[in-house]
């Protein structure tokens, strides 16, 4: 962030045929009653293979420290957003700093959605850690 900037916790849609942009920040809060994401930057976030939902996981908070939670946005069949926080299935990613997030579409691997790779412990120290995310709200 540069100097004199924030972090905001607000949600964005754009819209491909018009070109335009869209707040849902005011929907998001309401139809998840409040319970939405902390403010962050550096999060991973990817679509799912679950239609019209994503995963939202970790980053840094407005204190730079590392966040470790997730966080499923889905759109209804209205299009209004909902947030609401899941846990990974068996263990939880070591962090989510510089680290890769896919979708993983492979029905191979059963009901895992997501794969992350990779980040960065601390300075200069990196892991090569896999770990994959389910979702069990289909």
Same mark, same amino acid.
């Given at each position: 962030?540069?100097?004199?900037?924030?972090?905001?916790?607000?949600?964005?849609?754009?819209?491909?045929?018009?070109?335009?942009?869209?707040?849902?920040?005011?929907?998001?809060?309401?139809?998840?009653?409040?319970?939405?994401?902390?403010?962050? =930057?550096? %999060? #991973?976030?990817?679509?799912?293979?679950?239609?019209?939902?994503?995963?939202? &996981? $970790? !980053?840094?908070?407005?204190?730079?420290?590392?966040?470790?939670?997730?966080?499923?946005?889905?759109?209804?069949?209205?299009?209004?957003?909902?947030?609401?926080?899941?846990?990974?299935?068996?263990?939880?990613?070591?962090?989510?700093?510089?680290?890769? =997030?896919? %979708? #993983?579409?492979?029905?191979?691997?059963?009901?895992?959605?997501?794969?992350? &790779? $990779? !980040?960065?412990?601390?300075?200069?120290?990196?892991?090569?850690?896999?770990?994959?995310?389910?979702?069990?709200?289909?």
């Amino acid at each position: 962030l540069g100097s004199g900037s924030k972090m905001l916790n607000d949600l964005w849609e754009f819209n491909y045929q018009t070109q335009t942009w869209k707040d849902l920040t005011k929907f998001a809060r309401k139809t998840s009653k409040y319970n939405v994401p902390t403010r962050r =930057i550096f %999060p #991973l976030f990817t679509k799912l293979h679950t239609h019209e939902t994503f995963i939202l &996981y $970790g !980053g840094l908070n407005t204190r730079y420290s590392t966040l470790s939670d997730s966080w499923i946005l889905w759109f209804d069949n209205n299009g209004q957003p909902h947030w609401k926080m899941r846990k990974f299935m068996e263990v939880t990613p070591t962090t989510s700093l510089y680290a890769s =997030i896919a %979708p #993983l579409e492979d029905t191979n691997f059963g009901v895992n959605e997501a794969v992350i &790779y $990779g !980040g960065e412990l601390a300075w200069n120290l990196n892991t090569d850690k896999t770990t994959t995310f389910a979702n069990s709200e289909k």
